[in-house]
Nanobody
């Protein structure tokens, strides 16, 4: 069975930092594209970033470029999302997602391209 478990969300002040974790079981993050999405209240779930299965390529939404960094610990099969200089508009539930199969994803930006999802972790940024 495939399971993704996010953690690390918190209530923080603007300008602060957080590191979110996504612990994965049932598939290898060294074989699957791994994405991060977020969803603010009343808004559509949106792409945040993605890391290629090889670990040597990352992709980010324009809105988070320069502040968010995706990394991983292959030995622990865990993906991370480092968030710096948090802004109130970063507030939302953050979700980790995995591609349905190895070595390929149809479109990294689209929720429907991912088959496995965690339950989410809440990030709240106060001003």
């Amino acid at each position: 069975q495939v399971q993704l478990a996010e953690s690390g969300g918190d209530l923080v002040q603007a300008g602060g930092s957080l590191r979110l974790s996504c612990a994965v079981t049932g598939l290898s993050i060294s074989e699957h594209y791994m994405g991060w999405f977020r969803q603010a209240p009343g808004k559509e779930r949106e792409f945040v970033g993605c890391i290629k299965y090889s670990g040597d390529r990352t992709y980010y939404a324009d809105s988070v470029q320069g502040r968010f960094t995706i990394s991983r610990d292959s030995a622990k099969n865990t993906v991370f999302l480092q968030i710096d200089n948090l802004k109130p508009e970063d507030t939302g539930a953050y979700y980790c997602a995995a591609a349905p199969g190895p070595y390929y994803i149809q479109n990294i930006y689209t929720t429907t391209s991912y088959a496995y999802w965690g339950q989410g972790t809440q990030v709240t940024v106060s001003s």
